[in-house]
């Protein structure tokens, strides 16, 4: 019976996940092509001319919403994705630590967060084990 249970409950998420969400990816397929029909147009324009995104947005081939100076997630300063890098390494240990190197390009300060991030869990870690280890064992 409880099998049955788990199975039915199941189905019924299965069924309701397909409802909700088959609204979700409908679309315009003529807003689309002429999305990429305008891309396409800027693309061939800089293939031809070797010009950069700031001399593309002066000509006025880019749409109206499009944005230059978009934030990046590796922009160089701060930690990677705005995450601290110190919880980087405390919540992911040694490979926090090598994420954090790898995505801001080396940068010292920030692995140097991440590794006393990691080194912070391992202390805890290890006190907690103490801890629970003495209260088990030693009571």
């Known amino acids: 019976m409880k099998h049955a249970w788990i199975f039915a409950t199941a189905a019924l998420m299965l069924v309701m996940s397909g409802k ?71 919540v992911l240990g040694v490979i926090g630590v090598v994420l954090v190197y790898i995505l801001t390009d080396g940068n010292k300060d920030e692995s140097k967060k991440a590794f006393y991030g990691c080194l912070v869990a391992a202390v805890v870690g290890t006190l907690l084990q103490i801890i629970f280890g003495v209260l088990t064992l030693g009571g």
């Not at 324009?45 to 002066?58: G, Q």
């Not at 919403?65 to 930690?79: Q, Y």
């Open 20 to 90: 909700a969400f088959a609204t979700d990816f409908s679309y315009d397929a003529q807003k689309v092509k002429s999305e990429f029909a305008s891309l396409n147009a800027a693309e061939e324009y800089v293939a031809a001319h070797d010009v950069d995104l700031t001399t593309l947005e002066a000509t006025g081939m880019l749409a109206p919403d499009v944005t230059i100076n978009a934030w990046t997630p590796d922009d160089g300063e701060g930690p990677p994705f705005g995450i601290p890098s110190f919880l980087w390494g405390c």
